[in-house]
C-alpha cells in the first residue's frame, strides 16, 4: 500500500508545472507557446530570464527531493528511488499540463538530492563546469547524467547505479533533438556564463 500511495504522491508532485505556473502567473504567458515549448527551466530561462528560469530549477529540485524525502519521513516501506522516478515520469509526463513536460533534469537532481546529498553536489558542479566550457545546457545535462553514473561505481550501491542509469539515458532520449542540433551546429548556446 505504501508503494501505491507514496508513488501516487511522487507522480503528483512531479506532475506541478512549474514552468507553466511561472510563466502564467509572474509573465501572463504560456511557456509551451515560446522558444523550444518544453515546460522545463532551460526554455524558462530562455524566454522569461533569470530570475523565472532561477524559480522553475528550484521548483523542479524540489518536486524530485519531496518524492524521496516523505517516504522516508514517514518511515514507508518502499525503494525510495523506485518513489523518486515517479516523480520524473510526473514531471515528464504532467497530469496537469496535458502529460507534456520538462527534460526530467532538475527533477532527477533533485531526487537524487533526497538520498544522496554528496552526489547531488558531484552532478551540480559537473553541470556547471560543462555549462562553463561548451556553453550547452543540452551537452551538460547529458554529461552529467553519465559522469554520475560513473560515480556511482564508488557508492557500491547496485539499486543507485541502476537508477542513475534510467536517469541517465531518459535524459539522453528526452535531449536526442538537442544531440542532433548540436551536430548541425544550430543548438542554441547560452551567453550568460
Not at 522558444?35 to 522569461?48: E, K, P
Not at 524521496?68 to 504532467?94: E, K, S
Not at 561505481?153 to 542513475?164: A, E, K, N, R
Request: with cysteine; proline share 3%; charged share 10%.
Amino acid at each position: 500500500m505504501d508503494y501505491v500511495i507514496f508513488g501516487l504522491v511522487a507522480y503528483l508532485l512531479g506532475s506541478i508545472p512549474s514552468a507553466l505556473i511561472v510563466g502564467k502567473v509572474g509573465y501572463n504567458i504560456d511557456i509551451r507557446e515560446h522558444g523550444s515549448g518544453n515546460l522545463g527551466a532551460t526554455n524558462t530561462f530562455r524566454i522569461l530570464g533569470t530570475k523565472a528560469g532561477s524559480i522553475v530549477t528550484l521548483a523542479d529540485i524540489l518536486k524530485g527531493t519531496l518524492a524521496t524525502v516523505l517516504p522516508q519521513l514517514f518511515d514507508a516501506n518502499v525503494y525510495v528511488l523506485a518513489i523518486g522516478l515517479l516523480a520524473v515520469v510526473g514531471h515528464m509526463y504532467p497530469i496537469f499540463a496535458k502529460f507534456r513536460g520538462g527534460k526530467a533534469v532538475a527533477t532527477s537532481g533533485g531526487m537524487i538530492l533526497g538520498m544522496y546529498p554528496l552526489l547531488f553536489v558531484i552532478m551540480v558542479t559537473t553541470f556547471l563546469l560543462t555549462l562553463y566550457i561548451s556553453k550547452y545546457v543540452s551537452l551538460s545535462s547529458i554529461i552529467t547524467g553519465l559522469v554520475s553514473l560513473l560515480i556511482t561505481i564508488f557508492y557500491q550501491d547496485l539499486g543507485l547505479s541502476i537508477v542513475v542509469f534510467l536517469l541517465s539515458a531518459i535524459v539522453c532520449y528526452r535531449h536526442r533533438e538537442n544531440i542532433k542540433r548540436i551536430k548541425n551546429g544550430t543548438e542554441p548556446k547560452i551567453s550568460w556564463m
